[in-house]
Nanobody, 119 residues
Framework: QVQLVESGGGLVQAGGSLRLSCAAS????????MGWYRQAPGKQRELVAT?????STTYADSVKGRFTISRDKNTVYLQMDSLRPEDTCEYYC???????????????WGQGTQVTVSS
C-alpha cells in the first residue's frame, strides 16, 4: 500500500508560519498528484493546494498568496505563511497514485496533522 506520513503541525500565533511535510512510501510506482486538504470540526473537508507530476499547482482562494505547495520526489510540502485563526484545522496529505503502471490510480490519505493558530 501507499503510505503517507505527515509532520510539521503545531500551535502558532496569528501571522506566523508553519511548514508541513508529507512523505510517501518508496514502493509507490507513480504519483500523479499530491496535495493537502483540511477539515475543521463539524465542517466539510476542503482542498487547500495540489501539485501535479508536471509541477502544476492549484490553491484554494482562501490561501492563495499565503501558502506555497512544493514537491521533491515522493515528498510534498506546504509552506504556510501569514497564518490566521481561521486556518485552524486538521490537515491531511493526499496522493493520487498508481501502485503499478497498468493499474487504476487511487487516492491515499495521511493520518492528519493538527494546525492551531491563536489570536
Amino acid at each position: 500500500q501507499v503510505q503517507l506520513v505527515e509532520s510539521g503541525g503545531g500551535l502558532v500565533q496569528a501571522g506566523g508560519s508553519l511548514r508541513l511535510s508529507c512523505a510517501a512510501s518508496r514502493n509507490t510506482i507513480s504519483i500523479l498528484r499530491m496535495g493537502w486538504y483540511r477539515q475543521a470540526p463539524g465542517k466539510q473537508r476542503e482542498l487547500v493546494a495540489t501539485i501535479t507530476n508536471g509541477g502544476s499547482t492549484t490553491y484554494a482562494d482562501s490561501v492563495k498568496g499565503r501558502f506555497t505547495i512544493s514537491r521533491d520526489k515522493n515528498t510534498v510540502y506546504l509552506q504556510m505563511d501569514s497564518l490566521r485563526p481561521e486556518d485552524t484545522c486538521e490537515y491531511y496529505c493526499n496522493a493520487y497514485a498508481q501502485q503499478y503502471t497498468w493499474s487504476m490510480p487511487a487516492n491515499y490519505w495521511g493520518q492528519g496533522t493538527q494546525v492551531t493558530v491563536s489570536s
